[in-house]
């Protein structure tokens, strides 16, 4: 076992053991699952969970399920150490550290079809992705059994979807969404941000400015067919390639079938530049009459 500052279990029954001894003390439990080269966005969710419970557990996992063969399963950053002297630092409790065959062991033959919020935006060109990301959230939500579960703001779609998991499978834990953590010139924070060039980081940051600037425009009722063209031309000129530009309601998802905003929604976005995806979102809301 690595000599680290903060506690770590890498199997089932060693996580079940400590979450059962502070069950025992009649302790809360909070848990924020990520895939690890954790960020100040990631610090922030464990200080969310930590308001809101007695102890913290955050996994390091990088799913293999959520994956395509095109995508970069092998290249995701792994950086273990600095993320548990970081997770030290925030006085998380304990880490989940699990190796694959702890979440799919051998003969593992389920997975889960998720609709409602899953459909359209991230899944066009990702289909697979959202099956990969419930079953391994329901995995994990039932290893770690927590009274509470955090969730980034930053994959909107996929806060909303782990909210629809956990009433649909009544698996009894609360999923709070945190906020966005933004770089000072309003990049959203990202794992995958280190796969920028240079010249593509000072491109990034667009994306924010552009989907601002469309939360305001149907704020103030703007069509949002007219705001949503005028940003999806702005994201073209700007990027390599457009995935989406969308206004979609805050609650569900689904389109608004309305020629403005007549509800809370969410702008949401997913461009990409040289080998990097990027996806942000902002908040918008009905004009007041």
């Known amino acids: 076992m690595l000599n680290l500052q903060i506690p770590h279990a890498t199997t089932l029954s060693a996580l079940r053991a400590r979450v059962r001894s502070w069950r025992e003390d009649r302790m809360t439990i909070g848990f924020v699952p990520t895939m690890g080269a954790l960020h100040e966005g990631h610090l922030a969710l464990v ?39 970081k997770l030290s630092a925030e006085k998380c409790d304990l880490i989940y550290a699990p190796e694959t065959h702890e979440v799919y062991p051998d003969g593992f033959a389920t997975r889960i079809q998720m609709g409602g919020p899953a459909e359209g935006l991230e899944s066009v060109d ?6 990969g990301v419930a079953t391994v959230v329901a995995k994990l939500l039932n290893q770690v059994r927590p009274d509470v579960a955090v969730f ?27 906020e966005i953590v933004r770089e000072p010139d309003g990049l959203a924070m990202s794992s995958r941000n280190v796969y920028l060039s240079d010249e593509e980081r000072g491109r990034a ?11 305001s425009e149907v704020s103030a009722g703007t069509p949002i067919e007219e705001a949503v063209s005028s940003a999806r031309r702005a994201a073209q ?4 390639a457009v995935d989406y530009i969308a206004v979609r309601c805050a609650r569900t998802l689904a389109p608004i079938d309305s020629a ?14 040289g080998v990097t995806r990027l996806i942000d979102n902002r908040a918008a809301s009905a004009p007041r009459i």
Do not use: M
């Open 47 to 85: 200080r969310l969970a930590k308001a809101h419970c007695d102890k913290v557990v955050t996994s390091i996992f990088v799913n293999p399920e959520q994956f395509s063969p095109q995508e970069d399963l092998d290249t995701y950053p792994r950086t273990f150490i600095e993320d548990a002297q």
């Open 126 to 131: 990702r289909p697979h992705f959202f099956g």
């Open 152 to 178: 980034g703001e930053k994959d909107y779609q996929q806060l909303l979807v782990v909210r629809q998991l956990a009433r649909d499978l009544d698996l009894g834990v609360d999923i709070i969404g945190g």
């Open 205 to 215: 940051a667009e994306l924010n400015v552009i989907l601002a600037g469309l939360a």
């Open 237 to 240: 000129t700007t990027f390599d």
């Open 260 to 273: 403005t905003l007549d509800r809370p929604a969410r702008v949401l976005g997913a461009v990409r530049l």
